[in-house]
C-alpha cells in the first residue's frame, strides 16, 4: 500500500470512529493488566463478565493477593486457562507489590518480565493505559495488515515493525485500536464484510466479497 493510500486508510477509521479504545472494562493501569492477561484465547465479552464480578471484590494487587490463587479462580473459571491465569496473576501482583510499590511499570522491559505478559500485552498497557504510540498485532491486526497490504509479515513481530514504519504520526496512537476493531467486525477473518469495509478501495485482497 502506498503512503497515500495508507493516509486515506486511516484517515476513513478515524472519520466514522474519532476516539478508539478498547473493549476490555477497565478504570486503573491495574484493572487493564489484568484484563489483558485475561484476555488470552478469550474473547473480550467473556472477559469483561468475569471482571464485572471480580473488580468489585478485588481490583488491587493487594486484593486479588489476598483472594488467593483458588479465591481468583472461582471468578476466573469461566475463561480459558484459567488455571495457569490464575497462578501468574498471583505472581504478577506479588512482584507489583514488592518492586513497584503496587503500581503498573511503564516500561517495556519490566512488564514483559511480568508472569504472563509478553510482547503484545506490553504494548497494550503502553498504548492503551499511558498513552504511548505502540502497536499490540494480535490475530486481528495480523490479518488485516496482511490481506489489505498495509503491512505484510510473516510474524506478528514483522508486523509490528512494518506498521510503525509505514503509519503516519498522526495515527499511531489510534492505529492500535482502529485496526482491531476493523478485523473484529468488518474485515473478519472467514468471509470479510468487504461490501460495508470503508477501505475497500483501497485494499489489496484479491478475493473480495459482496458481504455486508
Known amino acids: 500500500m502506498k503512503p497515500a493510500q495508507v493516509q486515506q486508510f486511516f484517515e476513513r477509521l478515524r472519520e466514522v470512529d474519532p476516539s478508539p479504545t478498547t473493549e476490555l472494562n477497565y478504570k486503573t493501569p491495574f484493572?487493564?493488566?489484568?484484563?489483558?492477561?485475561?484476555?488470552?484465547?478469550a474473547t473480550d465479552v467473556g472477559v469483561n463478565k468475569a471482571t464485572d464480578r471480580l473488580y468489585p471484590v478485588a481490583n488491587t494487587p493487594?486484593?486479588?493477593?489476598?483472594?488467593?490463587?483458588?479465591?481468583l479462580k472461582d471468578y476466573i473459571r469461566t475463561i480459558g486457562l484459567f488455571n495457569s491465569k490464575?497462578?501468574?496473576?498471583?505472581?504478577?501482583?506479588?512482584?507489583?507489590?514488592?518492586?513497584?510499590?503496587?503500581?503498573?511499570?511503564q516500561d517495556r522491559a519490566a512488564l514483559?518480565?511480568?508472569?504472563?505478559?509478553?510482547?503484545?500485552?506490553?504494548?497494550?498497557?503502553?498504548?492503551?493505559?499511558f498513552g504511548l504510540p505502540t502497536i499490540a498485532v494480535d490475530t486481528h491486526i495480523f490479518r488485516v495488515s496482511n490481506r489489505t497490504g498495509l503491512a505484510p509479515g510473516k510474524t506478528p513481530l514483522a508486523v509490528e515493525k512494518k506498521l510503525l514504519k509505514v503509519v503516519p504520526g498522526e495515527f499511531l496512537q489510534d492505529a492500535h485500536h482502529w485496526l482491531i476493531l476493523h478485523g473484529r467486525y468488518t474485515c473478519i477473518a472467514r468471509k470479510p464484510?468487504?461490501?460495508?469495509?470503508?477501505?475497500?478501495?483501497?485494499?489489496?485482497f484479491k478475493d473480495k466479497t459482496d458481504a455486508d
Request: net charge negative; glycine share 8%.
Open 86 to 105: 490464575a497462578a501468574n496473576i498471583i505472581k504478577t501482583c506479588r512482584i507489583l507489590i514488592e518492586d513497584y510499590a503496587s503500581e503498573v511499570p
Open 31 to 41: 484493572e487493564l493488566l489484568i484484563a489483558v492477561i485475561l484476555s488470552a484465547q
Open 112 to 129: 514483559e518480565a511480568l508472569p504472563g505478559v509478553g510482547r503484545k500485552t506490553a504494548n497494550v498497557i503502553l498504548n492503551t493505559a
Open 62 to 71: 493487594e486484593a486479588i493477593l489476598a483472594l488467593g490463587e483458588d479465591g
Open 193 to 204: 464484510r468487504c461490501g460495508a469495509c470503508i477501505v475497500r478501495d483501497l485494499c489489496a
